[in-house]
């Protein structure tokens, strides 16, 4: 049904190379254009206000998005469980919920960093840039994404990020982060531990996740790309 769904559309938008790669391989043969995700890089940027959610006394790691299985958030409070053994200051901050919020909150309990694993809840979309500011590293280890613009707004106020390892987010990663095996809680905890003990090298993966960005997710260039896709649809 999915196959036949694809097929009798006139496009379809993928966000990544591998998306349109996986589509083809599954037997799609509409055309694919691929337009990536886009953000509001006036809006999220370095130069503002932090988030009175967060106390910036210690080192922060946060975590953005639906406490579901397939982002995967009890990997980001094992992780974190690990990264505390040799900085016992790190805070985890999640900002989101889901089915699985009271799962991750008695992981923390059992794991004895209930006090260093905070819960946000749902944070307002107006917040979020101050949000994002006031965090040293962003972290989703999800198992998969398309082209998440948590990953995107992040990288667009300077703050690195460490993710899965994932075909569609090396171009970022490789860059402004770092990306570990899915599941690998121990990659994951190393990645972060390396982010929040060298602000110096930090400060240089933001301000290069800034720059991509800019140059290819801007919310205006992708706005334009679709708008002339579906033009030419319509004449079509």
């Known amino acids: 049904v999915g196959q036949w769904t694809y097929n009798v559309a006139d496009a379809v938008f993928t966000y990544t190379d591998p998306e349109r790669t996986a589509l083809r391989e599954l037997g799609i043969k509409t055309d694919i254009t691929v337009i990536a995700n886009g953000i509001d890089t006036t809006r999220f940027t370095p130069i503002g206000t932090v988030s009175n959610h967060i106390v910036r006394d210690t080192p922060v790691v946060l975590f953005v998005g639906r406490f579901t299985e397939g982002k995967r958030p009890a990997d980001a409070i094992k992780a974190i469980a690990r990264v505390r053994s040799d900085y016992p ?9 889901g089915e699985r919020r009271g799962d991750l909150e008695r992981l923390a309990t059992e794991r004895g960093i209930d006090e260093t694993v905070r819960f946000l809840g749902h944070v307002n979309y107006d917040e979020m840039p101050a949000l994002y500011r006031a965090a040293d590293v962003l972290v989703l280890p999800s198992r998969a994404e398309g ?4 990953v995107l707004e992040a990288l667009a106020t300077e703050t690195p990020v460490v993710t899965s390892d994932l075909p569609q987010l090396r171009p970022l990663t490789d860059k402004a982060g770092h990306a570990v095996p899915v599941g690998n809680n121990k990659a994951l905890a190393s990645a972060l531990a390396d982010i929040i003990s060298n602000p110096v090298r930090a400060k240089q993966l933001g301000v290069r996740g800034r720059e991509l960005v800019t140059e290819r997710h801007r919310w205006a260039e992708t706005v334009e790309r679709t708008t002339e896709r579906l033009e030419r649809l319509a004449g079509e």
């Open 89 to 97: 200051n790190v805070r985890l901050y999640l900002a989101g919920d």
């Open 147 to 150: 082209l998440p613009r948590t």
